[in-house]
């Protein structure tokens, strides 16, 4: 089966078999004679072939958001100094690699089919010398990857009069932070690599807040990207469920189709009167659609 790309997203490629059975898609039905046929009057005759593929990865990573305890707050004298800070919430960033592929082949003639995407994911119960629980197949962990198990794909025969040959593929990320440099004038240098600096002090309290771990200036964007299966409270793997990952698989791939993800580094636009870079969210594939997602059985 022909890939969009030529690097594999999925380490364990699932080629498509005609004789199994997909969900049918709003222009196929299942007919007499087995497999999939293309309903009348949604293509024309052709010796060669549609071939639609799409594929996801989703390299990610669960931070903190928290505050200074408002019952507790600080206590400050001339002989002790303290703060008690509690994690209001978790959630996670991540790096979104996905490739979509229409071509005109006739390599792999043969009826109709439709195979839908469906995914697996690997993750650590442990990050930085802390464990926060045993795995299960209903969690995530604080860390780790989801991929396609299984690519969507869709062939049938080609129409000239309606089709074009499309490629995409594009690695970009939900999250990206910032700092100041000194040189003729300070300027912010947003950037994804950073992310691992000050650890989860980077996502913890911003800036502009108090008693937060960052200098001025500094600046972490990702919590405001939406849907990123926020959990209340200190994580424990106890608080994931299969609902919020396939939920979290699911926003990921709107936000994708939308095309509201950041460049790798990240593209800036002009700065705001305190000098705070406006990162551009263009990144993505209109073309991706999740409806082509197969959550049964999970």
């Known amino acids: 089966m022909p890939r969009g790309v030529p690097v594999p997203l999925n380490p364990n490629p699932v080629k498509p078999d005609d004789k199994k059975v997909g969900a049918p898609g709003g222009t196929f039905y299942a007919s007499a004679g087995g497999g999939w046929q293309a309903a009348s009057g949604v293509v024309s005759a052709s010796s060669y072939q549609l071939e639609e593929t799409q594929e996801l990865a989703i390299q ?42 229409r071509k005109k082949t006739y390599t792999n003639t043969g009826p109709p089919f439709l195979q839908n995407q469906r995914f697996g994911w690997e993750g650590v119960s442990a990050v930085d010398g802390v464990s926060y629980g045993t795995l299960t197949a209903s969690t995530l962990g604080p860390a780790g990857n989801i991929y396609t198990l299984q690519p969507f794909y869709y062939r049938r025969a080609w129409d000239d009069n309606v089709d074009t040959e499309v490629n995409r593929y594009v690695e970009c990320t939900d999250y990206y932070v910032s700092g100041y440099t000194w040189t003729q004038q300070q300027m ?21 807040q108090k008693f937060s771990f960052l200098d001025q200036f500094d600046h972490h964007a990702g919590h405001d990207s939406g849907g990123a299966y926020d959990l209340v409270g200190p994580y424990s793997v106890t608080q994931e469920s299969i609902t919020g990952i396939l939920s979290y698989i699911n926003n990921r791939s709107h936000k994708l189709r939308q095309a509201t993800y950041i460049s790798i580094p990240p593209e800036v636009g002009d700065a705001d009167n305190d000098g705070t870079p406006d990162i551009l969210h263009n990144q993505g594939i209109p073309e991706y659609d999740p409806n082509r997602h197969d959550y049964t059985g999970y």
Do not use: M
């Open 60 to 101: 990610f990573k669960r931070v903190p958001r928290g505050s200074v305890n408002s019952y507790y707050g600080a206590e400050l004298n001339l002989s002790s100094a303290s703060a008690t800070y509690v994690i209001d919430e978790t959630y996670l960033i991540a790096k979104i690699t996905a490739s979509y592929s």
């Open 188 to 208: 912010s240098v947003p950037n994804q690599t950073g992310a691992t600096w000050k650890k989860y002090e980077r996502y913890f309290i911003p800036a502009s």
